[in-house]
């Protein structure tokens, strides 16, 4: 059994694992930058380590100065969270060299998920939907434009080292697809260092969805089924819930066949996320992988009533999947999440600062994942993800009932949240019907606009 977990992270997630480790006894160790020297999770933590300055390349991302932190403190296991080093394969296996437990999947298999064209023909191979594209890295503008007579338009480039929507353009025509080529390029070598690009046929107006799944290191695998991601800007997830209201019982079981068979041929153990593009005729197509756990892992925890972060930490002590979840849990009810970030709600810039005011809602089915506090500071130098608001209900609508009153109990004062934002979505009669994209936000953005100019006339 783990003894003690150093967790590679900051903000709500680190603070999530502390929680999960308390509970079962495991004692826990934060790594911290100079900004982050009065948060929640340096105080909850047993012990805590200043690893840096404020810059994540400096502190949280400084592989020597975090794994130094785990031999320093005796941990003989790391919990990175998401973000940051979760899906670092060089950190996972500095980690295996130094004999410290990486808590997610063997660094090869990491690598393997991580670039997306492998991922996407190691899920064909293993018969899972893939979209129409390219069978791997599209090296020149000549390639591409290649590519996308074969596949035909609309096209959508990506970076193979990608994510959160950098190094991703839309190609609508062949004229316009060199430029779009050397933009996605540029933009994913500047963001991730590899500016390697792939290809896939374009949906227009596709919904989000992602499977939750639990392996462990002795080949069993459990899909806990599906979650709706649809509502996002510019790639970036704003809420999700559980279970999307597309997703048939029968379409539900026949996926998670394909994941247990896909991810048992890969030799994937820990949790992780396969991620989907559904189309309008309730087709779902393979686009990633994430080999971690994810920000919106709580509402499938609502509605399976799995401690998906404990799973974890199991598996990391070698546990069988049937000691940990002796059955398939049943799907009960509905779980929503909207993320609260330290954001101006219509302009969307960031809004560090201190925080005067700060009251969370409660009461049944709410549940609120935070490691802020009144006259605690957000710092200027991180994701602005400051709290994640989860509820849940008997059914969808109940959950967007009780979201309404959460959020209106809500308060954040001395920064900008995008609570009202929130607000505004969720009385929403496009987003309340369930029938939304991931164009959604464009449609509402619109709105909104529209709403204003005849408020003002």
Not at 268 to 275: K, L, Q, V
Request: aromatic share 6%; net charge neutral; glycine share 8%.
């Amino acid at each position: 059994m783990i003894r003690k977990v150093l967790i590679a992270n900051r903000g709500e997630i680190a603070l999530r694992v502390i929680s999960a480790c308390k509970e079962m006894g495991i004692r826990t160790v934060a790594v911290y930058s100079e900004a982050d020297r009065n948060s929640l999770h340096v105080r909850f933590a047993d012990e805590a380590i200043c690893i840096g300055p404020p810059k994540s390349a400096d502190s949280y991302l400084n592989v020597p100065a975090v794994i130094s932190a785990a031999e320093i403190a005796g941990a003989d296991a790391v919990h990175p969270g998401y973000g940051l080093l979760s899906e670092n394969a060089n950190f996972a296996e500095v980690c295996r060299a130094s004999n410290i437990k990486f808590i997610g999947p063997p660094p090869e298999v990491t690598r393997m998920m991580g670039e997306k064209s492998t991922a996407r023909q190691t899920m064909k191979k293993a018969k899972v939907p893939i979209l129409p594209g390219s069978d791997g890295i599209v090296a020149t503008e000549g390639e591409a434009l290649e590519w996308a007579q074969s596949v035909k338009y609309p096209v959508i480039l990506k970076a193979v080292a990608g994510g959160g929507g950098r190094g991703m353009r839309i190609c609508r025509s062949k004229e316009e697809l060199p430029a779009l080529y050397q933009q996605a390029s540029t933009e994913a070598l500047n963001a991730f260092g590899n500016g390697e690009l792939y290809m896939e046929k374009f949906i227009e107006r596709p919904r989000h969805i992602e499977f939750q799944v639990l392996a462990d290191e002795h080949g069993n695998v459990m899909s806990l089924g599906e979650r709706e991601c649809s509502i996002q800007r510019r790639h970036q997830k704003l809420i999700e819930e559980a279970p999307s209201l597309q997703i048939t019982p029968k379409q539900r079981e026949e996926m998670g066949k394909v994941i247990k068979r896909s991810l048992k041929d890969i030799g994937y153990w820990n949790a992780g996320t396969i991620e989907f593009l559904m189309d309008e005729d309730g087709q779902i197509y393979f686009i990633e992988m994430n080999t971690r756990i994810q920000v919106e892992h709580c509402v499938t925890e609502m509605v399976t009533g799995v401690d998906l972060v404990k799973a974890q930490l199991r598996i990391a002590s070698g546990e069988k999947l049937s000691d940990i979840v002796p059955k398939q849990p049943e799907i009960i009810g509905h779980a929503i999440e909207c993320r609260i970030n330290a954001e101006h709600p219509e302009k969307f810039t960031p809004s560090p600062g201190k925080i005067t005011v700060y009251n969370v809602p409660g009461g049944n089915g709410v549940r609120v994942d935070t490691a802020q506090y009144a006259e605690g500071v957000v710092p200027q130098y991180y994701d602005s993800l400051i709290a994640k608001l989860i509820c849940h209900g008997k059914d969808r609508e109940e959950a967007m009932n009780k979201m309404q009153r959460a959020l209106s109990q809500f308060v954040v004062q001395g920064i900008h949240t995008t609570i009202p934002l929130h607000e505004k979505i969720f009385a929403d009669a496009e987003f309340r019907s369930g029938a939304f994209d991931t164009k959604f936000m464009e449609r509402f953005l619109e709105r909104e606009k529209d709403r204003l100019k005849a408020e003002a006339k």
